[in-house]
């Protein structure tokens, strides 16, 4: 793949004044267009809409649950469908919203357009990714459809091989199926930044949300067929009665929280590190200069990666683990929060002599600041040894986890939909609303959230359909919480859908940021550039000063 | 007496105070770097607002010593965090050679409670406090987890293993007893009661149930119904079919495969119910197997019975003697 021979095709301008130059959007018509278009722009498309169906989805049952939790007893639901309702609430948020989300969608859609590429390395794959997400989901669903399953989304066994009756196999398998869209996708990124950078475009000139996506990436490369080798292993023993977690057939159940959580602990960096990436991007363009330390959040990424790996062992501490094999699980755990304390404080200095403006995807990326904050450091509270035995299994943890993976990654991927929604449809939204949305997000998770860090510390265990009534004031606030969170979720997806239709033309950048994709009109064209960019400087140079003095001696390269 | 919006938990074990000592430590730093972020970014986002439409940021100097600062100073606090909660940790799981052993079988939907002296109970715990209780907890189906929010303890109870947990009551009272493992359908009803009794109180709660036998006592009972003695100890005309059973927990068994391993519970319950998969060494497989035929409950009775067991004695000894040498 040679970027710097690729001009662009020759581009016949509209000759009608007044309407629309060409574009990957009107560039074709019809349902074919799209089910089989290899652009990685209108598969991003095909992505946005499938994962905010399950999204919508996911925060169905989350709304359920939240309703039969605001009394001490259960009187909504019976127990097994309160078991399944968080169970496919889990299911459906993790592998459908949360792993697939941010990468599939943005990362779709931009990685090629950062790096000056005319599409990923292999559209073919990409758009089979598509398939098989859509195949995997398929799955889940009939499963959702047929009754569901009770065993939480960690399907810990035995119970899941032995002792639910419900459909495991069948959720497990679109499990299955989806990680190979993860793959393909993974693979798509790795060869596609190593191969079709730009001419100019060296590893240091990459944008860190292209940083953070390679980590991630790397991640889902190595990580993704454990959790496919564990679910065979529990379809193996559900089936053919083969001994392998089932210590009535001779196995280890413990095993399979060690392979489970192999891949779902990486997993959290898989959601986690592109929101990161993404927050990166805004805080540099909303302050309009470079990110502080630009290398050490670029490596930072990696060793979140790679550190990530090793600390799987700090979900089994009461599990009946060895002590020192705790005491080792700890520290590494510990240490793992180090790159990321490091880039929010990056990206706080970023902001210190910057020309800032809130415009709302920068009240996203700022709320994600302070959210990813204290899920962070309240992570580190779990790893620590003699904390984490009192805490484990209860709303402690889910209040974390949730200010992680919803407070750090759905604020992140709304905050980099709004930044970039002018790219993929050449359209404004409304800014007070949207304003207001962030708002909402905040204040309504913070709301739903805050109050289980309490509860778990009172004890009160997770996945509980009913609790002793002192818990009730603490849960009819988080119950308040989730239906602000909800209003400030249903937003967007109202005012993006009247934007394409009603909204104002955005002009090719309306924010004035610097980057590739910035270069290029808004929507972009189906071959993104019309001439292949060339790289002259650093990914957020603002400063023209500066930019010149950087320019002086430009690095040549040649892919 | 609960209050309705309480904020903090119940607090009744020797290590609980410990434990929220360190839980307090971690709110305040982490309440401090939360307000460091939000303060900075907010004194920022005023300070450095855009006032034209033009304008741009300023590019800093590189600021080595803050990087060093910002990585070094969190990398401190964390590995001293580390040091503190592992002791803490240490404490929580290791035992103190007095404490008295109790037993817990979890089972979807219950917990079942044997007191040394062989009283049961089912959903409530009565112990006196002031003492050292181990729990040995093990789970007839699927994974249950022990958990006493005031003693701030939790242990997962497995299916075919054994593990433990301690602790020493501090304050008469009730306190919840909760599953904290996911366990089917009624798992939020796996819960109970930890009853806290002055000592005097709970030898007069003993002594009002009905008498049971000790667990060393229905241990040795079971023995001779399931004919153990006939094949593990030696009669006058016949020699022993299989290893001899006195002395042998806590010891070092030499297996026919050339490998050795640890006469613990876990090996001894594995023993029992899959008899081919460790044979002693100089001995036939000839052993049946008793999987189906002992609840958990009577092989945590006969796992007593064993390790009451002396090698000076061929008998059983009358009252429980603890005489673990290795805690699993």
């Known amino acids: 793949m040679n970027t710097t021979v690729d001009t662009a095709e020759p581009v016949v301008p509209s000759p009608e004044t007044g309407s629309e130059p060409r574009n990957y959007l009107n560039a074709a018509y019809g349902l074919r267009s799209w089910l089989l278009t290899r652009d990685h722009k209108r598969i991003a498309i095909l992505y946005l809409i499938s994962v905010t169906a399950f999204f919508a989805l996911g925060s169905f049952f989350a709304l359920l649950i939240r309703l039969e939790l605001l009394t001490p007893e259960g009187d909504l639901v019976s127990p097994d469908t309160y078991n399944r309702l968080f169970t496919m609430h889990g299911i459906v948020m993790v592998f459908f919203f949360l792993i697939p989300g941010i990468p599939a969608v943005l990362g779709n859609f931009l990685v090629p357009l950062m790096i000056g590429a005319k599409d990923l390395a292999f559209p073919r794959i990409n758009l089979a990714s598509w398939y098989i997400y859509c195949l995997g989901g398929l799955f889940t669903l009939w499963s959702i459809v047929h009754g569901g399953v009770d065993t939480g989304w960690t399907f810990y066994t035995p119970f899941s091989t032995h002792y639910s009756n419900t459909y495991v196999i069948s959720a497990a398998l679109g499990i299955f199926i989806t990680g190979f869209s993860s793959i393909f996708t993974g693979l798509n990124f790795i060869v596609t930044i190593h191969r079709m950078r730009a001419p100019g475009m060296t590893w240091f000139r990459l944008p860190l949300f292209i940083w953070s996506h390679y980590a991630t990436s790397l991640i889902i490369v190595l990580g993704t067929p454990v959790i496919a080798i564990t679910i065979l292993l529990v379809a193996a023993e559900k089936l053919l009665h083969l001994g392998i977690f089932d210590p009535a057939l001779g196995g280890d159940p413990v095993l399979f929280q060690h392979l489970f959580w192999f891949y779902s602990h990486p997993a959290v960096y898989i959601m986690i590190l592109p929101s990161m990436g993404v927050i990166s991007e805004l805080v540099a363009a909303f302050a309009r200069k470079p990110v502080f330390g630009y290398k050490v959040v670029a490596f930072a990424s990696i060793g979140i990666a790679v550190l990530g790996f090793l600390v799987w062992g700090h979900h089994m501490f009461v599990a009946g683990e060895s002590v020192y094999v705790a005491t080792v699980f700890s520290v590494l755990s510990m240490l793992v929060a180090i790159p990321s304390a490091v880039k929010v404080f990056n990206w706080t200095f970023t902001l210190y002599q910057g020309s800032i403006s809130l415009q709302t995807p920068m009240l996203y990326a700022l709320g994600f600041i302070g959210l990813f904050t204290l899920g962070g450091l309240t992570g580190v509270m779990l790893a620590t040894l003699g904390l984490d035995v009192h805490v484990h299994d209860t709303y402690f943890i889910v209040a974390h986890f949730h200010y992680i993976m919803v407070g750090g990654t759905i604020m992140g991927y709304l905050g980099g939909l709004h930044y970039w929604w002018p790219k993929i449809s050449g359209k404004l939204y409304p800014a007070f609303l949207s304003r207001l949305s962030a708002l909402l997000v905040f204040v309504g998770f913070n709301l739903t959230f805050f109050p289980q860090f309490i509860l778990g510390y009172l004890g009160m265990p997770r996945r509980y359909w009913s609790y002793p009534p002192e818990f009730q004031v603490l849960n009819v606030l988080s119950t308040a919480g989730a239906s602000i969170l909800g209003v400030g979720y249903l937003l967007p997806l109202c005012y993006f859908i009247w934007s394409m239709r009603y909204g104002k033309n955005s002009g090719d950048n309306p924010w004035g940021a610097v980057g590739l994709e910035w270069d290029t009109s808004s929507p972009p064209p189906t071959e993104n550039f019309l001439t292949t960019p060339v790289v002259t400087h650093g990914p957020y140079e603002y400063n023209p000063k500066e930019v010149h003095d950087r320019t002086s001696q430009p690095e040549a390269r040649v892919g | ?328």
Not at chain 2, 119 to 143: F, S, W, Y
């Open chain 2, 1 to 328: 007496m609960r209050s309705q919006l309480p904020l903090f938990p119940d607090s009744a074990s020797t290590l609980s105070p410990h434990v929220d000592a360190l839980f307090l430590a971690w709110s305040v730093v982490s309440a401090f770097f939360t307000l460091l972020i939000a303060v900075l970014i907010l004194y920022f986002m005023v300070r450095y607002r855009r006032r034209g439409a033009d304008d741009v940021g300023e590019v800093e100097r590189p600021m080595l010593w803050l990087e060093i600062a910002w990585t070094a100073i969190p990398l401190g606090i964390v590995m001293a965090m580390f040091v503190w909660g592992t002791l803490v940790f240490f404490q929580l799981y290791r035992p103190p050679a007095d404490a008295v052993e109790y037993y817990s079988v979890g089972k979807q939907w219950m917990w079942k409670f044997q007191h040394p002296d062989g009283h049961r109970e089912i959903n409530a715990l009565h112990i006196p406090a002031g003492r050292a209780i181990r729990l040995k907890l093990t789970a007839e189906d699927v994974i249950h987890s022990f958990y006493v929010p005031a003693f701030r303890l939790k242990q997962d109870a497995l299916p075919g293993r054994y593990t433990q947990v301690w602790f020493k009551a501090t304050k008469p009272g009730i306190y919840h007893l909760f599953c904290a493992e996911y366990c089917g359908a009624e798992h939020s009803r796996m819960i109970g009661w930890i009853v806290v009794m002055e000592p005097r109180d709970y030898e007069a709660w003993l002594a009002g149930g009905p008498a049971g036998k000790t667990m060393v006592a229905s241990g040795a009972e079971l023995f001779e119904q399931l004919a153990c003695q006939t094949c593990h100890r030696a009669a006058p005309n016949r020699p022993a079919r299989g290893p001899r059973l006195e002395g042998l927990y806590g010891t070092q068994v030499k297996l026919a495969n050339g490998g050795t391993v640890t006469a613990d519970d876990d090996y001894i319950r594995e023993s029992i119910l899959n008899p081919t998969a460790k044979i002693t060494a100089g001995w036939d497989p000839i052993m049946p197997t008793f999987q189906g035929q002992v609840s958990e409950e009577q092989l945590l009775q006969l796992l007593s019975y064993i390790k009451s067991l002396h090698a000076d004695n061929g008998g059983s000894e009358a009252a429980g003697g603890q005489t673990a040498k290795k805690t699993p």
